[in-house]
């Protein structure tokens, strides 16, 4: 059973605070949590917190331990993490990414089961036929999908996504999330993923947090967050918010507020 939690998560770039005292809920394990928020609302530079990659105040836990405690091959033997920009165009084929990747983290695993693993996660994302492509050759929205199985392949207690479905269509975006969900069901732990597509995170998020100028506005069950009146104040549009025959909210922007209208 994993439990991941994050108190008082404040960066700075410079003398510019980009998040302030950012606590998140306590996630346990089949857990999702959904980060919402506008362009530079600071979805990405938390995420980097939570990774590590970027230094912060706060504490951040996996079953109550710290990074520090752990060490670093620990915590990221634990965690991982997909980030926004995916691998980048290269000679370099999918599968040699894959394996030298695994080899790098010194995976405990014989090359056989290696080969199935990388097999099966190749398969589940459509990229099989494009294994021995060289990266340079597949589209934004299959190199992302390369980063997506990098992240798998580690099979980590804790995922992190950063805006994993931006360059893919509506098929592959839910392809990806039902992947994740099938993944907790099978073996447990937590995600955290940063989205932008509001009825996607009402879907497949069990918890949302809504960020504006790096600051928490809501957090909780996407019923609770998804109203009209917290996406007035950060997203600045007018909507109606249903719900469907499963209880979860169903957003539908109206138009855009004005300039000085009351959100």
């Given at each position: ?110 090359d056989r089961e290696l080969a199935d693993q990388i097999e099966g996660i190749f398969a589940r994302l459509g990229l ?34 950063d805006e994993p479905t931006s360059a893919l269509d509506l098929h592959w975006r839910m ?89």
């Open positions: 059973m994993t439990v991941f939690g994050a108190t008082g998560i404040t960066a700075k770039y410079g003398q510019v605070t980009v998040l302030d005292q950012v606590d998140l809920p306590i996630l346990n394990d089949n857990e999702v949590l959904g980060l919402l928020g506008p362009n530079a609302s600071g979805k990405s530079t938390l995420m980097r917190c939570l990774s590590g990659e970027k230094s912060t105040t706060g504490h951040i836990t996996i079953d109550g331990r710290t990074r520090a405690d752990m060490g670093h091959d620990g915590w990221h033997h634990r965690l991982a993490s997909m980030p926004q920009s995916p691998p980048n165009p290269s000679a370099l084929l999918p599968t040699e990414l894959m394996w030298s990747t695994a080899r790098a983290l010194d995976l405990d695993v014989s099989s036929e494009f294994a021995l492509s060289p990266l340079h050759t597949l589209s934004g929205g299959k190199r992302q999908l390369v980063g997506l199985a990098l992240a798998l392949m580690r099979d980590p207690d804790v995922l992190l996504l392809v990806v999330l039902d992947l994740v969900r099938e993944r907790l069901s099978d073996r447990g732990g937590v995600v955290v993923a940063a989205l932008h597509d509001l009825d996607l995170a009402a879907r497949y998020c069990d918890q949302i947090v809504l960020l504006h100028g790096g600051k928490i506005i809501a957090s909780g069950g996407p019923q609770h967050v998804l109203t009209p009146a917290n996406l007035a104040r950060v997203y600045r549009v007018e909507t109606r918010v249903t719900l469907d025959c499963d209880g979860r909210p169903l957003v539908q922007v109206i138009r855009p507020l004005r300039d000085g209208e009351a959100a």
